[in-house]
């Protein structure tokens, strides 16, 4: 897709977040899950490269997304990854506190893109994480990071445990070392942001 992303601004209380007029997608993930890495596969070298910038690592950073026009179309939202603390079982420990008031409450929020790593089971904080949205109805997509690291008939498995272990009806593989996936994932963030 021909798409323009754009770093819009890094914020760390709910008075700095920006006007909520375009649709928003939410991007979610425990730490080392390859959201830095997804979001460059995204949008290119720009974003990940700000998002990784020491001190930010604690905020919400803001992207703006422009069609081929360059006219804006939507906002990233590049949340803190979660678990980092080894011992830390619940997201809120670890999670600066105005991030879930943006979850439940920012207007404009269309999709949260959660990611957890195909290669790894996943932790109560994820389960956490898929029951809480569940629990507010907030529309979200599940996928599957790193796939490009085992292959065949232990990738299906693994992506089979991962679905069943959080209950999920779909988990999207992608892959931002090879790009597999990746246009399958811009689609559905297109989709969700026409509200369709
Ligand atoms: P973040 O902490 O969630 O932002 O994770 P990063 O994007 O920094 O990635 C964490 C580690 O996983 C790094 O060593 C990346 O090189 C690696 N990684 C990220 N995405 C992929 C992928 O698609 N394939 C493979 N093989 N490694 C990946």
């Known amino acids: 897709m021909q798409h323009s992303v754009e770093f819009l601004l890094s ?3 709910a008075a700095q977040f920006p006007a ?3 649709p928003e997608i939410a991007f979610l993930g425990r730490s080392n899950v390859g959201k830095s890495s997804l979001l460059n596969a995204l949008a290119g070298a720009r974003a990940a490269r700000v998002s990784s910038t020491p001190g930010r690592t604690r905020a919400i950073n803001f992207f703006s997304v422009s069609n081929r026009q360059r006219v804006p179309k939507m906002v990233f939202a590049d949340l803190p990854g979660y678990g980092y603390a080894k011992i830390s079982k619940s997201i809120s420990a670890t999670w600066p506190a105005f991030i879930e008031p943006y979850l439940a409450e920012r207007a404009t929020l269309a999709l949260c893109v959660c990611l957890v790593d195909a290669n790894v089971p996943p932790r109560d904080n994820d389960r956490q994480l898929f ?3 569940r629990a507010r109805d907030r529309a979200f997509l599940a996928v599957a990071t790193k796939v490009d690291r ?7 498995r693994s992506l089979v445990a991962l679905q069943r272990d959080l209950g999920l009806d779909e988990i999207l593989p992608v892959s931002a070392k090879t790009r597999d996936g990746i246009p399958d994932l811009w689609r559905r963030i297109a989709k969700a942001a026409a509200m369709e």
């Open 131 to 133: 029951d809480w949205l």
């Open 150 to 156: 085992s292959s065949g008939n232990q990738r299906v």
């Open 20 to 22: 909520p007029r375009l």
């Open 11 to 13: 914020v760390v209380s």
